[in-house]
Nanobody, 124 residues
Framework: QVQLVESGGGLVQAGGSLRLSCTAT????????VGWFRQVVGKEREFVAG????????DVEDSVKGRFSISRDNAENTVYLHMNSLQPADTAFYYC?????????????????WGQGIQVTVSS
């Protein structure tokens, strides 16, 4: 059974950095395309960043481009979301999602597996 576990969230001041981790159990993360999404109460879940199985193709939402990046460490079975220059508008619940499909639109929410999510709060 595949499970995704997010970690690394918490409270940070504006301008600070966090690194979120998405660790897979039950299957190696190298077999998945992985996306990071975030959601604020009352709003739709929105795409943040994604990385294809190969690791060579990534996609980052325009609103966070230049501040956020995504990477994977197959040896650690983990995909990371690196978040720098955090702003209060980045406050949200962050989720990772994974798909073993041959191809996926990283920005869609059609993933096979989702983590429980983790809170990121940025104070001004």
């Amino acid at each position: 059974q595949v499970q995704l576990v997010e970690s690394g969230g918490g409270l940070v001041q504006a301008g600070g950095s966090l690194r979120l981790s998405c660790t897979a159990t039950g299957r190696t993360v190298s077999s998945f395309h992985v996306g990071w999404f975030r959601q604020v109460v009352g709003k739709e879940r929105e795409f943040v960043a994604g990385i294809m199985k190969s690791g060579g193709v990534t996609d980052v939402e325009d609103s966070v481009k230049g501040r956020f990046s995504i990477s994977r460490d197959n040896a650690e079975n983990t995909v990371y979301l690196h978040m720098n220059s955090l702003q209060p508008a980045d406050t949200a619940f962050y989720y990772c999602a994974a798909s073993p499909a041959a191809w996926v639109n990283l920005r869609s929410t059609v993933y096979d597996y989702w983590g429980q999510g983790i809170q990121v709060t940025v104070s001004s």
